[in-house]
């Protein structure tokens, strides 16, 4: 039983294009996040959701845009995608949003914009 | 500016031997810092943390020891197996819900 998943685990598209992502957590936790690796193998942060409500916005282009429908589904939103969007994005969730708590990552969607 | 380094990005140990892997930050606030691995193809996940009160911290062959005054923590496997081969991340928490990542350190255990 996936405590974390993702759907679709690879995307590939073109330039231009609309894509989703979906995220759907069954751990019960109330926070959720989206990470973004890209190919220098950063992991940043890009949203986080607490109980629904957004807690994190980074500094990440508003073509991405998160929805949380309920504490265990966190989906990201991408418009007109890029090439420079291509990157592997992970979600993640905690139990609460504070740092003393480990984060459950999902296996990642790896995106492919040509 | 990256504030958690790994500044390692690749490491090899013999079977039975320790590994010891390396993360320095430059944020003072930061005061909880937890180590993930990761499998190709997968997230990653969660090995061990340690809080700033503490500068040890132990899980089976997992230690953590944390050096506030260098800013710097270890992660040291001992003893390694081929298993733990994997890319380890260091990441740190303070003061904001985020945490912020290192870039990882890949680590080979060689049989």
């Known amino acids: 039983d996936t405590a974390v998943s993702q759907t679709p685990k690879y995307l590939v598209t073109q330039m231009g294009n609309d894509k989703s992502i979906k995220c759907e957590q069954n751990?019960?936790?109330?926070?959720m996040y989206w990470y973004k690796q890209d190919s220098k193998k950063f992991l940043k942060i890009m949203f986080s959701?607490?109980?629904?409500?957004?807690?994190i916005n980074e500094t990440v282009p508003n073509r991405f845009s998160p929805k949380s429908p309920d504490k265990a589904h966190l989906n990201l939103h991408i418009n007109s995608l890029e090439l420079g969007d291509s990157a592997v994005y992970f979600c993640?969730?905690?139990?609460?949003?504070?740092?003393?708590?480990?984060?459950?990552f999902g296996p990642g969607t790896r995106l492919t914009v040509t | 500016d990256q504030q958690v380094k790994q500044n390692s990005p690749s490491l090899s140990v013999q079977e039975g031997r320790i590994s010891i892997l390396n993360c320095d930050y430059t944020?003072?606030?930061?005061?909880?810092f937890l180590w993930y691995k990761k499998y190709p193809a997968e997230g990653p996940t969660f090995l061990i943390s340690?809080?700033?009160?503490?500068d040890k911290n132990e899980d089976g062959r997992f230690t953590v020891f944390l050096n506030k005054s260098a800013k710097h923590l270890s992660l040291h496997i001992v003893p390694s197996q081929p298993g733990d081969s994997a890319v380890y991340f260091c990441?740190?928490?303070?003061?904001?819900?985020?945490?912020?990542f290192g870039t990882g350190t890949r680590l080979k255990v060689l049989a």
């Open positions: 944020n003072s606030m930061f005061d909880y």
């Open positions: 340690i809080s700033s009160i503490k």
């Open positions: 990441a740190a928490s303070g003061g904001t819900y985020k945490y912020i």
């Open positions: 751990l019960g936790h109330d926070t």
């Open positions: 993640a969730s905690s139990q609460e949003p504070r740092g003393s708590y480990e984060q459950y």
């Open positions: 959701y607490n109980n629904k409500e957004l807690i």
